[in-house]
C-alpha cells in the first residue's frame, strides 16, 4: 500500500492541497496530512503513519523536507520505515528506497548525520579546552564565594551555631557542615604552617546536630 504524507508549516499561509494532489497522481491510497512545523518530532499524523506500516507499504512524499526538516528525524523516520518492513519514495527528489539507488542515498544522509555530530563533538572538546585554559571549569556555580567560607570559619570559631549561619547565607545547614569538615581535612593534611582560622574550627567542638549532618554527608 502507497501511504502519503503531506506537511505545511502553520506559520505558513498555504494549504496541502498541491501535495496531495501529487500523492494521489502517484497512486497513494491513504494521505495524511499535517500542519505542523517539520522541526517538531511530536506530530500526531506522522506518528499515526508509522503506527500503521505494514510490511511492503511505501511512504510517499512530495519533497524530502515534507518528512522532516531536521536529518537526525528524518534518518530516524527512515530507520523506523525500514525496521517496519516498508520502503520510502521522495517524489520531488526521485529518491525510492526499493532500489539500490535510493538506498544508497539513504546511505549517504546517514553519512553527513554522523559527519555532523562528529562536528558537533569536535566543537564541544575544543570549547570545553578553551574554557579551561581561561580558568573556567563546567559544572554548576558553587554555593559559596572562598570569602564567604572564610567568614562561615570565622563564626563557627566564635560559636556560632551552625544552622543560625546557614540562614545568614541562605543555604542548607549541611553545606555549613560541609565547610566545616573541609576545613578540619586541610587543618589535619597541612602539618607545616597550618591555617590558624581552619586549625582553630577543627579544635572547636561541634554540635550533635552538625556531627550527624556531617556523617550523613560522608556515607
Given at each position: 500500500?502507497?501511504?502519503?504524507?503531506?506537511?505545511?508549516?502553520?506559520?505558513?499561509?498555504?494549504?496541502?492541497?498541491?501535495?496531495?494532489?501529487?500523492?494521489?497522481?502517484?497512486?497513494?491510497?491513504?494521505?495524511?496530512?499535517?500542519?505542523?512545523?517539520?522541526?517538531?518530532?511530536?506530530?500526531p499524523e506522522l506518528h499515526r503513519m508509522l503506527d500503521h506500516l505494514r510490511k511492503g507499504d511505501v511512504v510517499v512524499v512530495w519533497k524530502l523536507d515534507r518528512l522532516s526538516r531536521s536529518?537526525?528525524?528524518?534518518?530516524?523516520?527512515?530507520?523506523?520505515?525500514?525496521?517496519?518492513?516498508?520502503?520510502?519514495?521522495?517524489?520531488?527528489?526521485?529518491?525510492?528506497?526499493?532500489?539500490?539507488?535510493?538506498?544508497?542515498?539513504?546511505?549517504?544522509?546517514?553519512?553527513?548525520?554522523?559527519?555532523?555530530?562528529?562536528?558537533?563533538?569536535?566543537?564541544?572538546?575544543?570549547?570545553?579546552?578553551?574554557?579551561?585554559?581561561?580558568?573556567?571549569?563546567?559544572?554548576?556555580?558553587?554555593?559559596?564565594?572562598?570569602?564567604?567560607?572564610?567568614?562561615?570559619?570565622?563564626?563557627?570559631?566564635?560559636?556560632?551555631?551552625?544552622?543560625?549561619?546557614?540562614?545568614?547565607?541562605?543555604?542548607?545547614?549541611?553545606?555549613?557542615?560541609?565547610?566545616?569538615?573541609?576545613?578540619?581535612?586541610?587543618?589535619?593534611?597541612?602539618?607545616?604552617?597550618?591555617?590558624?582560622?581552619?586549625?582553630?574550627?577543627?579544635?572547636?567542638?561541634?554540635?550533635?546536630?552538625?556531627?550527624?549532618?556531617?556523617?550523613?554527608?560522608?556515607?
Open positions: 500500500m502507497l501511504l502519503g504524507y503531506a506537511r505545511v508549516s502553520k506559520a505558513d499561509d498555504q494549504d496541502t492541497a498541491a501535495q496531495v494532489s501529487a500523492l494521489k497522481a502517484a497512486g497513494c491510497t491513504r494521505i495524511y496530512e499535517e500542519k505542523a512545523s517539520g522541526g517538531r518530532w511530536d506530530r536529518l537526525k528525524d528524518l534518518l530516524h523516520i527512515l530507520e523506523k520505515t525500514e525496521a517496519a518492513g516498508a520502503n520510502f519514495r521522495s517524489l520531488t527528489e526521485s529518491i525510492d528506497t526499493s532500489g539500490p539507488a535510493g538506498r544508497m542515498m539513504m546511505q549517504m544522509l546517514g553519512s553527513f548525520a554522523e559527519f555532523e555530530r562528529a562536528m558537533v563533538r569536535e566543537r564541544t572538546r575544543a570549547g570545553l579546552k578553551l574554557a579551561r585554559e581561561q580558568g573556567r571549569t563546567g559544572g554548576r556555580r558553587p554555593k559559596l564565594t572562598a570569602h564567604q567560607k572564610t567568614e562561615i570559619l570565622a563564626m563557627l570559631a566564635a560559636g556560632r551555631a551552625g544552622a543560625e549561619i546557614a540562614r545568614i547565607f541562605r543555604v542548607h545547614r549541611a553545606t555549613i557542615s560541609r565547610v566545616a569538615a573541609e576545613a578540619r581535612t586541610v587543618s589535619l593534611k597541612t602539618e607545616a604552617a597550618p591555617d590558624p582560622l581552619a586549625a582553630q574550627v577543627a579544635a572547636a567542638p561541634l554540635s550533635k546536630a552538625d556531627s550527624l549532618v556531617i556523617s550523613m554527608g560522608c556515607n
